[in-house]
């Protein structure tokens, strides 16, 4: 229940003390935006306006992770340089508020896109490949925007990105390990040797997708990019990879086509290649080397996959759904064998 998940008449006192307004419990309307697994969003509207509040998860949250207030910083960071980025409105650190940290920011009025088009909004085969062109031009914009200012600096060491990314993936696959899976650990000592380690000094969203996005409402013109949790800066290349890893094609195994968050399997969507070749065409980078970085994104997927089946495994989440993926991991580690014998032979 969301009385049990915030107490409005706390979050009224604050917005009455932060904004200047004059409002109790009773005169906001505040709902759970569901999807995702990640921070906790709720959309408040009162008659002042509407906003977005983003908090961490409840129960136990893991060291450094899902820190909203860093969340807060990089986004007050980005958003004087990118459009795209919401505007944050205020930011409360004291958790005795709403039990946590969080921070409010602007409301943008569109529609997300998740695994599906929504039926109001479906485009036509012809018109899907612009909402993948839309998306992917996002994408480049945000490794356009200017990392020289002070806030944007500080939100992460470029030097040295790439090697600190393949020791801490190989780290959580360790640590997460339930069986010998010998195609986890040949991608993992492939990328040791082949990822390219060259710097770059680019934002990097790391988690760009169409859920993460708002495109103006019945259309392909693409008005915000959300949640920001895992920003930072480093190689475009890797960010690229990232998302590629959520490009799900029709012929992809069903491991993959189960773990799709977006409609990039429908007639009219462009493919991998052709959307790394769009990124290169706008970007003027070499991206000769893009089924590396994608191989490390689909690593980075089976590790995730990896770290659920080991929490299931333990008794630390029920889901049955997860049961699954005793057989889905090794299958996406197969796809993953494939895709290096494609990057070598490309």
């Known amino acids: 229940r969301l009385d049990?998940?915030?107490?409005?008449?706390r979050l009224a006192?604050?917005?009455?003390?932060?904004?200047?307004?004059?409002?109790?419990?009773?005169?906001?309307?505040?709902?759970r935006f569901r999807g995702g697994h990640s921070n906790r969003t709720y959309g408040v509207m009162a008659n002042a306006g509407r906003w977005v509040l983003r908090l961490p998860p409840t129960g136990a949250v893991a060291q450094g992770a899902h820190d909203v207030s860093r969340e807060c910083?990089?986004?007050?960071?980005?958003?004087?340089?990118?459009?795209?980025?919401?505007?944050?409105v205020a930011t409360e650190d004291d958790s005795a508020v709403l039990g946590a940290p969080f921070y409010?920011?602007?409301?943008?009025?569109?529609?997300?896109v998740r695994k599906d088009f929504p039926k109001e909004h479906a485009p036509s085969e012809?018109?899907?490949?612009?909402?993948?062109?839309?998306?992917?031009?996002?994408?480049?914009?945000?490794?356009?925007?200017?990392?020289?200012?002070?806030?944007?600096?500080?939100?992460?060491?470029?030097?040295?990105?790439?090697?600190?990314?393949?020791e801490g993936w190989h780290e959580r696959y360790r640590h997460s390990q339930t069986r010998e899976l010998p195609k986890a650990e040949a991608a993992l000592r492939w990328l040791d040797a082949h990822l390219p380690r060259e710097d770059g000094d680019c934002l990097l969203h790391n988690d760009f997708k169409f859920d993460n996005v708002v495109f103006a409402e019945g259309s392909a013109r693409l008005i915000g990019v959300l949640d920001w949790e895992l920003a930072t800066r480093g190689h475009p290349l890797?960010?690229?990879?990232?998302?590629?890893?959520?490009?799900v094609e029709p012929s992809d195994p069903v491991p993959l086509q189960l773990m799709r968050l977006g409609p990039t399997n429908l007639p009219g969507m462009p493919t991998r290649r052709a959307l790394a070749e769009r990124y290169g065409t706008l970007t003027r980078r070499d991206v000769?080397?893009?089924?590396?970085?994608?191989?490390?994104?689909?690593m980075k997927?089976?590790?995730?996959?990896?770290?659920?089946?080991?929490?299931?495994?333990?008794?630390?989440?029920?889901?049955?759904?997860?049961?699954?993926?005793?057989?889905?991991?090794?299958?996406?580690?197969?796809?993953?064998?494939?895709?290096?014998?494609?990057?070598?032979e490309a």
């Open 126 to 166: 012809a018109e899907r490949g612009d909402y993948a062109n839309a998306l992917l031009d996002g994408l480049v914009a945000v490794h356009a925007t200017p990392t020289g200012s002070p806030a944007l600096r500080a939100i992460g060491k470029h030097e040295g990105y790439t090697q600190r990314q393949l």
């Open 73 to 88: 910083r990089v986004l007050s960071a980005v958003a004087p340089e990118l459009p795209l980025a919401p505007r944050v």
């Open 288 to 298: 000769s080397a893009y089924r590396a970085f994608y191989v490390f994104g689909l």
């Open 104 to 112: 409010l920011m602007e409301h943008l009025t569109g529609t997300i």
């Open 4 to 9: 049990e998940e915030l107490d409005l008449d």
């Open 238 to 247: 890797m960010d690229l990879g990232t998302f590629l890893a959520a490009w």
């Open 13 to 31: 006192h604050w917005l009455n003390e932060r904004l200047g307004l004059r409002l109790d419990g009773a005169g906001l309307v505040v709902s």
């Open 301 to 344: 997927l089976g590790v995730v996959a990896q770290q659920l089946y080991f929490r299931y495994t333990r008794g630390e989440t029920r889901d049955p759904r997860l049961a699954a993926l005793e057989y889905g991991i090794p299958a996406l580690f197969d796809f993953c064998e494939a895709q290096v014998r494609a990057a070598e």
